[in-house]
């Protein structure tokens, strides 16, 4: 049998490559992880958490105010954007020790620097020159902001890394883009007072969620005076002095202090080697891999982000733990990226898992919506004008619910308990026989008996 350095060379500490690499140390193998730039990955350290702290901020805004229909008096808030980052630093440099503590702990070697595969069991580490051989390899790099859309001035947009270090609240921003990072930033700097503007080319944000939901988070964006422009795009970026000149597609002009563009992530592969090294990969040169995250080299596995299956964090991790069970732990394990539960942390906030109802249509024929809208409690004594909408999806010739959807507080928490619903093979019999929990939100799950559709 050949002889290697480590058992597991794995190529990114974010949240799946650590993931991996634990669990396959915890199998008793000897494992070592390179990371080049900070552990944790873009969900820890410049994503889903810090981007959820600043939703968190975001939201005061509203709750100060709502606060005098209770018969709350607590003066003019102000706000620090300074104190705020510096909150949100401290939290993330914890967490990041967090996760250097696991790998230590379960016997992971971490080493802090770039590494480059250069064959179907070796890895390099440029700064030194070193070379390690592993038995298995696992790229686990996750992804990167896309390239900027291609228009003048392009060079003056930040990406969503940058958002995460402002100097200072831009008074004005413009955003292109309309998935999740796009409105979400949105929803944060609208929140905290930022006169905001959101650019996107396509009829409606949010493409491949529910219809109704889309529509809803545009028009509560409106509402809350945001605006949101569809079917343009951005044709030129010229600044002038501290001040950025945004021209449209329809040749309509506004002026800006901040331009971001997120129009999307891309699987970061430039630069490791994998190509060379006989591994293929394909659109957006996305890592291709099996059932089992193996590429066409077997000795070389990837999970996450990039691999362009489903980008989001918990899969990250449920593929790191597979891998490693399959691999390590002789108990071969495949991933389902069919039934997903997510949420959209906007204000008000998305949560969806199954089909949307478009996607239901064309594959249930008998298909019935049930759906429920109104104002929630807290809004009829503060006074403001918000709705929630929920959505059941059900295959009528079988009963079971094929899709939920929710745009209201707490979608996402709420969404994570339909999602085990779902995956259960839950009927709408089962809702209905449930008992509501009064008064609540969530009730409306299994008080709706009419479809109306």
């Known amino acids: 049998m050949p002889q290697f350095d480590v058992d597991l060379f794995v190529i990114g500490a974010g949240s799946g490559g650590v993931r991996a690499a634990r669990i396959a140390a915890q199998y008793g193998a000897k494992v070592k992880v390179a990371e080049e730039y900070r552990v944790g990955g873009t969900c820890v350290v410049r994503g889903c958490v810090p981007k959820k702290l600043l939703v968190y901020a975001s939201r005061y805004a509203d709750e100060f105010e709502d606060a005098a229909g209770f018969g709350w008096q607590a003066g003019t808030p102000t706000f620090d954007w300074n104190t705020l980052i510096a909150r949100k630093d401290s939290e993330i440099a914890r967490l990041e020790n967090v996760y250097r503590t696991n790998l230590a702990k379960a016997g992971a070697e971490l080493i802090e620097g770039r590494a480059v595969v250069e064959g179907p069991h070796t890895v390099v580490l440029p700064t030194t020159g070193e070379r390690i051989t592993a038995r298995v390899i696992l790229i686990a790099t996750g992804g990167r902001p896309g390239d900027q859309p291609h228009f003048a001035g392009r060079e003056h947009a930040v990406s969503s ?64 005076g945001i605006e949101v422009i569809l079917n343009r795009t951005v044709e030129r970026a010229d600044k002038h002095g501290d001040i950025l000149h945004i021209t449209l597609s329809d040749g309509s002009a506004h002026e800006t202090d901040l331009l971001m563009s997120a129009a999307g992530r891309v699987p970061y592969t430039q630069g490791l080697g994998l190509a060379a090294s006989g591994v293929a990969l394909g659109a957006k040169d996305a890592v291709i891999v099996d059932e089992f995250s193996r590429t066409n080299v077997p000795s070389i596995y990837a999970i996450g982000d990039v691999t362009d299956r489903v980008n989001l964090t918990p899969m990250a991790i449920r593929e790191g733990q597979a891998f490693a069970d399959s691999v390590f732990g002789e108990r071969p394990t495949r991933v389902d990226h069919t039934l997903i539960p997510t949420a959209v942390f906007s204000t008000p906030e998305l949560g969806t898992v199954g089909l949307t109802e478009a996607d239901a249509r064309r594959a249930y024929p008998d298909l019935q919506v049930y759906r429920a809208e109104f104002r929630p409690l807290k809004a009829t004594l503060s006074g403001r004008a918000e709705r929630v909408l929920m959505k059941l999806l059900v295959d009528g010739a079988t009963d079971k619910v094929v899709g939920a959807h929710m745009l209201g507080e707490s979608a996402g928490e709420q969404v994570q308990l339909l999602g085990v619903l779902l995956a259960m093979g839950a009927t709408k019999a089962d809702f209905d026989r449930t008992l509501a929990v009064h008064p609540t939100a969530a009730e409306e799950w299994v008080t709706m008996r009419t479809p109306v559709a």
């Open 161 to 224: 890394n940058e958002m995460f270090h402002l100097e200072r609240r831009p008074a004005r921003a413009t955003i292109i883009g309309g998935g999740y990072i796009a409105v979400e930033f949105a929803g944060i700097l609208a929140g905290l007072g930022t006169q905001t503007t959101l650019v996107y080319r396509g009829p409606h944000l949010l493409r491949g969620f529910d219809d109704d939901l889309r529509e809803g988070v545009e028009k509560a964006y409106r509402d809350k």
